[in-house]
């Protein structure tokens, strides 16, 4: 079982950044795929990036490449998300999940375990 807490949303202007941070519970975090999810007022959720076990593997949607960076630290069981370049589409809550397959990590349905969301707005 593993808990997820997000935390550093805010309200920020178009042009600014904001770092999410995920803190996970449990003694295997290393070993889980993470990932950061968004989901906008009438919207499905929407990948935003994601991080295998290994270094050098992260992956993100085409809309957040080259603005958003996504990294971990598993000495302190948290996974982060650099937002820069904000944009007021970026408007969102932003949620992390965790999964210890990771089968398609694009996938929403593919993460066994989610935090609670944290919201982001962008203003212009």
């Known amino acids: 079982q593993v808990q997820l807490v997000a935390s550093g949303g805010g309200l920020v202007q178009a042009g600014g950044s904001l770092r999410l941070s995920c803190a996970a519970s449990g003694r295997t975090f290393s070993s889980y795929v993470m990932g950061w999810f968004r989901q906008a007022p009438g919207k499905s959720r929407e990948f935003v990036a994601a991080m295998r076990r290994s270094a050098s593997s992260e992956v993100y949607a085409d809309s957040v490449k080259g603005r958003f960076t996504i990294s971990r630290d598993n000495t302190k069981n948290t996974v982060y998300l650099q937002m820069n370049s904000l944009k007021p589409e970026d408007t969102a809550i932003y949620y992390c999940?965790?999964?210890?397959?990771?089968?398609?990590?694009?996938?929403?349905?593919?993460?066994?375990?989610w935090g609670q969301g944290t919201q982001v707005t962008v203003s212009s």
């Open positions: 999940a965790a999964d210890s397959i990771g089968r398609s990590i694009a996938t929403p349905s593919a993460y066994a375990y």
